[in-house]
């Protein structure tokens, strides 16, 4: 096996580990019960910041950053805040599978913001994908079907809204040359300070058992977040992404197994549509890139 094969399988592999902790983090968040989900994003946040400060420390990294990355981390900490905070309520309102899948458009909104603020095209191809997925969006809200409330849905989608916006601002603070953990601690922090003032002026209190599930489920979101940055150091996204979405059928298994959960047949086809068009992006972005390897 080559060495470029080799760091390709282990992509892979992180990228299925990251997918695995997301999925945990998802079913702790639900664990921890009837307390709202801006306090259940502080303490994700907070051991994310720990964690992220930690490694900033040890390597004596500065946290100084550019001027001219300055809007672009605010952007990011300003989006992933909300992409985390409406997943977290999805989490808490819909099947677990449900809030996973609506949480992964991020790619699909991620792809609109490149062309918007980036400047990077999109072909035709890509726009009829994006157009399938969020096709595939309306059997999972299911507006008018069998009177859904399609409310926690649409914040569902707002949370992929948000993280694909968040994930553009990462694309272009790493083109600015910022540090991984810089971008972390700082969203990290920032996330945490925002809802202070939500948690003290509606704080639940919480048995010994849900604050050791929530820091649990901060736990499981750094592993996802630390297994994913390890992935695309191995192999470019274009190469491995589509593995990100094997987090559905984790989902999926532990929400049965946990909460018994079974999604209808209108969700399972909205996964399909979602998924396929992630497939036949993944596949065309091969070919583009052995064509381009020909030239």
């Known amino acids: 096996m080559n060495s470029k094969r080799g760091n390709d399988i282990r992509g892979i592999v992180m990228i299925i580990l990251s997918a ?19 306090q259940k994003s502080f303490y994700r946040n907070l051991v994310a910041a720990v964690l992220a400060g930690g490694i900033v420390y040890r390597n004596h990294v500065s946290l100084r950053v550019k001027k001219d990355a300055a809007p672009a981390l605010a952007l990011r900490c300003l989006f992933g805040t909300l992409g985390i905070l409406c997943n977290f309520y999805a989490i808490d309102h819909l099947l677990i599978a449900d809030a ?57 989608m707002l949370g992929g809204f948000g993280a694909g916006m968040a994930y553009t601002m990462v694309r272009k603070l790493g083109s600015l040359g910022v540090k991984g953990p ?21 704080y639940t209190p919480m048995t010994l058992r849900q604050q050791v599930v929530l820091l649990l489920a901060g736990v499981w979101a750094a592993g996802g977040q630390f297994s994913i940055t390890a992935a695309y150091t191995y192999a470019p996204a274009k190469k491995i992404s589509i593995y990100d979405y094997s987090q559905i059928l984790f989902a999926s298994l532990l929400g049965f197994i946990m909460f018994g959960e079974i999604p209808d047949r209108y969700s399972f086809v909205g996964y399909l549509l979602i998924i396929g068009s992630s497939v036949l992006i993944f596949l065309y972005n091969q070919k583009s890139m052995r064509e381009t390897d020909r030239t």
């Open 20 to 38: 695995f902790c997301f999925a945990c983090m998802n079913v702790c968040v639900r664990l921890a019960g009837d307390i709202p989900s801006v």
């Open 100 to 156: 996973s899948i609506l949480n992964k458009l991020s790619p699909f909104f991620a792809v609109v913001f490149s062309f918007l603020f980036l400047k990077e095209k999109i072909m035709p191809f890509q726009a009829f994908c994006i157009l399938t997925a969020f096709g595939g969006c309306l059997f999972i809200v299911k507006p008018g079907f069998e009177n859904t409330e399609p409310l926690p849905a649409l914040i569902g």
């Open 182 to 202: 810089i971008i972390v601690f700082y969203f990290s922090m920032f996330s945490c300070i925002a809802v202070i003032p939500s948690v003290v002026l509606n």
